[in-house]
């Protein structure tokens, strides 16, 4: 199976918007609605942030929204700060009954 | 608040089995569904390796399922991973999850242990 295709990097000031895609296949995003994104700072293990393509899980920022269209699902990060600075990963279910994870997006804050 | 620990031995010589163990702290491993393993080579992403369900079965990476094999110990609250005839591509640091929902398989992540493969 083959990863998701993210954006190696993405940019922003402080206060802007910032949109984040990962394109799948119609068989897996394009078919389930069970895409899930992750925050990881260095060091750190991965956090999750959004769950079924837009179900923000408690203690998860409002800032953080995702969304999805045909094959491609997205997380946007709303007045980005300098925390967010890390990089986010989408996952996805599989026709295959199976899990893949996006290449990930380094995100930096400017 | 159910806690994940990753344990095992951080250097293994190439051709032999990685061997890691998952322990459930703070709940029962029996009350979550799905228990998974995820890899992150040193750099670069995150890579699903399978998934063990509280009843024993298990689902695994295409690309790693003739050398995976995961079980799950109700008594001793953990599950663990097997990785047989590794290689320098199996470095990585290897999480354990824990869902948090249905088709939510990584809602909760230990904090991952580094095994490199050399000799």
């Known amino acids: 199976q083959s990863a998701l295709t993210q954006p190696a990097s993405v940019s922003g000031s402080p206060g802007q918007s910032i949109t984040i895609s990962c394109t799948g296949t119609?068989?897996?995003?394009?078919?389930?609605?069970?895409v899930s994104w992750f925050q990881q700072h260095p060091g750190s293990a991965p956090k999750l942030l959004i769950s079924?393509?837009?179900d923000r899980p408690s203690g998860v920022s409002y800032r953080f929204s995702g969304s999805k269209s045909a094959n491609t699902a997205s997380l946007t990060i709303s007045g980005l700060q300098a925390e967010d600075e890390a990089d986010y990963y989408c996952?996805?279910?599989?026709?295959?009954?199976?899990?893949?994870f996006g290449t990930g997006t380094k995100v930096t804050v400017l | 608040q159910v806690q994940l620990q990753e344990s095992g031995p951080g250097l293994v010589k190439p051709s032999e089995t990685l061997s890691l163990t998952c322990d459930v702290s703070?709940?029962?491993?029996?009350?979550?569904?799905?228990w998974s393993w995820v890899r992150q080579p040193p750099g670069k992403g995150l890579e699903w390796i399978g998934e063990?369900?509280?009843?024993?079965?298990?689902n695994y990476n295409p690309s790693l399922k003739s050398r995976v094999a995961m079980s799950l110990d109700t008594f001793k609250n953990q599950f663990s991973l097997n990785l047989t005839s590794v290689t320098a591509a199996d470095t990585a640091i290897y999480y354990c999850?824990?869902?948090?929902?249905?088709?939510?398989?990584?809602?909760?992540w230990g904090q991952g242990t580094l095994v490199t493969s050399s000799s």
């Open positions: 063990i369900s509280h009843n024993g079965f298990a």
């Open positions: 996952s996805s279910y599989t026709s295959s009954r199976t899990y893949v």
């Open positions: 999850t824990r869902e948090s929902g249905a088709y939510v398989p990584f809602g909760h």
């Open positions: 079924a393509v837009s």
């Open positions: 703070g709940g029962s491993i029996t009350i979550t569904n799905y």
């Open positions: 119609s068989n897996d995003i394009g078919t389930y609605n069970y």
